[in-house]
């Protein structure tokens, strides 16, 4: 049977229903899709697509996010191939659209993320699987929101995702919808993920420099560069697959935000 979709980029997507050889090319889509159940019908991920880690070797890699391997996915013949606008590139999904029927998530907020788990619930028929997972999220973030505001975390800060230049998660990103959740209110005005030194980083008075362990994998060392650099900000790293991934690993970030609310008051 087939059935026609529509994607977050407002395409329409026909596609044979349900799907039985999909490809997922988004880490976190990947991880929400083993979530809702579906197992066989994942023939293919990309090279970071490692959560489930045990689901991950038996998969074709099919390239990275931004540098897909288009004739291995034409050899695996999916009839379904979920993508993100942000993660994914314009020109590759262009030419896979000509062969295959291409999905597409484009996320900013929460809610952007919730009503992606529900279409892609929906997509690959597993809506009761989807709304278990959204009622999860929301009931747990509407805490962390409270939580934030009982405590009057308030915090100014800045969240830090490259190195060499350094680059900072800006305006209508997932992060900073993610960050003004649990309290915290982004310094950086500017929209994306602009370029920033240190020493315009410490003009912005933030209170709070938070690293992120990806994409640039930050670690301890880098705390003291910037903490020299800024002295009046605490700087902290911070477990970036929490801050960005958008799908069923909200779940598990709502504990992990609960602990990193309790070091912030």
């Given at each position: 049977?087939?059935?026609?979709?529509?994607?977050?980029?407002?395409?329409?997507?026909?596609?044979?229903?349900?799907?039985?050889?999909?490809?997922?090319?988004?880490?976190?889509?990947?991880?929400?899709?083993?979530?809702?159940?579906?197992?066989?019908?994942?023939?293919?991920?990309?090279?970071?697509?490692?959560?489930?880690?045990?689901?991950f070797a038996g998969r074709t890699k099919v390239g990275g996010t931004k540098k897909l391997n288009i004739d291995?996915?034409?050899?695996?013949?999916?009839?379904?191939?979920?993508?993100?606008?942000?993660?994914?590139?314009?020109?590759?999904?262009?030419?896979?659209?000509?062969?295959?029927?291409?999905?597409?998530?484009?996320?900013?907020?929460?809610?952007?993320?919730?009503?992606?788990?529900?279409?892609?619930?929906?997509?690959?028929?597993?809506?009761?699987?989807?709304?278990?997972?959204?009622?999860?999220?929301?009931?747990?973030?509407?805490?962390?929101?409270?939580?934030?505001?009982?405590?009057?975390?308030?915090?100014?800060?800045?969240?830090?995702?490259?190195?060499?230049?350094?680059?900072?998660?800006?305006?209508?990103?997932?992060?900073?919808?993610?960050?003004?959740?649990?309290g915290m209110i982004n310094v950086v005005q500017q929209d994306r993920y602009p370029q920033i030194t240190l020493?315009?980083?410490?003009?912005?008075?933030?209170?709070?420099?938070?690293?992120?362990?990806?994409?640039?994998?930050?670690?301890?060392?880098?705390?003291?560069?910037?903490?020299?650099?800024?002295?009046?900000?605490?700087?902290?790293?911070?477990?970036?697959?929490?801050?960005?991934?958008y799908g069923s690993r909200l779940v598990k970030a709502v504990q992990y935000f609960f602990e990193f609310q309790?070091?912030?008051?």
């Amino acid at each position: 049977m087939q059935k026609t979709f529509t994607d977050q980029m407002g395409r329409e997507v026909t596609l044979e229903f349900p799907p039985k050889r999909i490809v997922s090319i988004v880490p976190s889509q990947t991880e929400l899709l083993f979530d809702l159940g579906l197992d066989q019908e994942i023939i293919g991920l990309t090279k970071f697509c490692i959560h489930p880690i045990e689901k991950f070797a038996g998969r074709t890699k099919v390239g990275g996010t931004k540098k897909l391997n288009i004739d291995l996915i034409k050899d695996l013949n999916p009839d379904l191939i979920i993508g993100n606008k942000e993660e994914n590139t314009q020109s590759d999904i262009e030419e896979l659209a000509e062969y295959f029927p291409v999905w597409m998530s484009d996320i900013f907020t929460l809610d952007d993320a919730m009503k992606t788990i529900s279409q892609i619930g929906a997509l690959v028929d597993r809506d009761p699987e989807a709304a278990y997972l959204n009622h999860l999220i929301s009931a747990g973030f509407n805490d962390l929101k409270t939580l934030a505001a009982q405590n009057q975390i308030d915090k100014k800060v800045a969240y830090l995702i490259w190195r060499k230049p350094f680059m900072v998660a800006g305006k209508n990103t997932f992060i900073d919808d993610v960050l003004l959740t649990n309290g915290m209110i982004n310094v950086v005005q500017q929209d994306r993920y602009p370029q920033i030194t240190l020493e315009k980083l410490k003009t912005l008075n933030c209170e709070l420099i938070l690293l992120s362990s990806e994409p640039y994998p930050f670690k301890e060392k880098h705390i003291e560069e910037i903490q020299n650099a800024i002295p009046n900000a605490k700087v902290m790293l911070v477990d970036g697959e929490m801050f960005s991934w958008y799908g069923s690993r909200l779940v598990k970030a709502v504990q992990y935000f609960f602990e990193f609310q309790k070091e912030l008051y």
